[in-house]
């Protein structure tokens, strides 16, 4: 991971962040139901202009105050996480399915509906959506201590297709070597996996520590607690 990797700081609580994040899911799913309204509409042509006229207004006010760049990850002084941006999970993302993960026992697991806007192959979910959460999964997975790893290599293998509706991901750490962690990782539908992945996750050796990200997002060396990401 680069060094110039955009950390802030955001000195907020835990009630703050829940505060923060019941006011901008609702707004990223409706932006999420919005998307698949335009994919599966069959109103007139009339009722498209229309409607794209309402949703440029809407543009135009978000707008009046914006990032100059994509999200960033933010952290809490006590280390917890928000990728909100981020095209798997981020809960300001609505590209993101949202896939939400845990770890339980050493594995990590999600569930989560793929609709239209996933589409691939007629009625099924399109490879690089797959490929999009298994990363996230295997990324995920061997996270120790809120520390992410990069992906060096995640080999996707395709079963079969994945029809169009809910899937579970499951990933386990099958193995360490330095700053190698491999994983393998499962997106299944309710008949078994569909389709399957091997990953070389790698902390990159310029990967700057806990205690450096600490300083960094806080303009000086702080003690950290273990938390785990939202
Ligand atoms: C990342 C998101 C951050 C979000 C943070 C938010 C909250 C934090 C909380 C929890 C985090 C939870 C989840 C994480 C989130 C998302 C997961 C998404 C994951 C991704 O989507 S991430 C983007 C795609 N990813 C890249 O953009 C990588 C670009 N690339 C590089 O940054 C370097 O290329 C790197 C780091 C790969 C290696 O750099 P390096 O300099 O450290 O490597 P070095 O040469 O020292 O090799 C050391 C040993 O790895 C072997 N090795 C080297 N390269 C390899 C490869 N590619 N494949 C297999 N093995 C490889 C060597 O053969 C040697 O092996 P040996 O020791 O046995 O000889």
New binding site residues.
């Given amino acids: 991971?680069s060094a110039d990797m955009d950390f802030r700081l955001e000195d907020i609580d835990d009630a703050e962040i829940a505060r923060r994040l019941s006011i901008v899911e609702p707004l990223t799913d409706s932006v999420r139901d919005l998307v698949d309204a335009v994919i599966r509409t069959e109103v007139d042509d009339a009722e498209l202009i229309a409607a794209r006229t309402a949703i440029e207004a809407i543009v135009t006010r978000l707008r009046a105050r914006q990032k100059d760049k994509g999200y960033g990850?933010a952290f809490t002084r006590d280390f917890t996480?928000m990728?909100w941006g981020?095209a798997a999970t981020g809960a300001r993302n609505a590209v993101a399915p949202p896939l939400r993960l845990s770890k339980v026992d050493g594995v990590t697991r999600g569930d989560v509906v793929l609709g239209a806007a996933y589409e691939g192959p007629g009625g099924h979910v399109h490879g690089g959506i797959a490929a999009l959460l298994l990363?996230?999964l295997v990324?995920?997975t061997a996270?120790a201590d809120?520390?992410?790893s990069?992906?060096?290599?995640l080999t996707v293998r395709y079963l079969r297709p994945t029809p169009l509706g809910p899937v579970t991901l499951t990933g386990r750490v099958t193995g360490t070597?330095?700053?190698?962690t491999f994983v393998h990782g499962e997106l299944s539908d309710a008949d078994g996996v569909t389709v399957e992945a091997d990953a070389?996750m790698?902390r990159?050796?310029?990967f700057p520590s806990r205690d450096q990200i600490s300083a960094a997002i806080t303009g000086h060396d702080t003690p950290t607690a273990d938390k785990p990401?939202p």
């Fill in positions: 991971m990850v996480g990728p981020n990363d996230q990324g995920e996270a809120n520390m992410p990069f992906t060096g290599t070597e330095g700053r190698k070389v790698i990159p050796k310029s990401t």
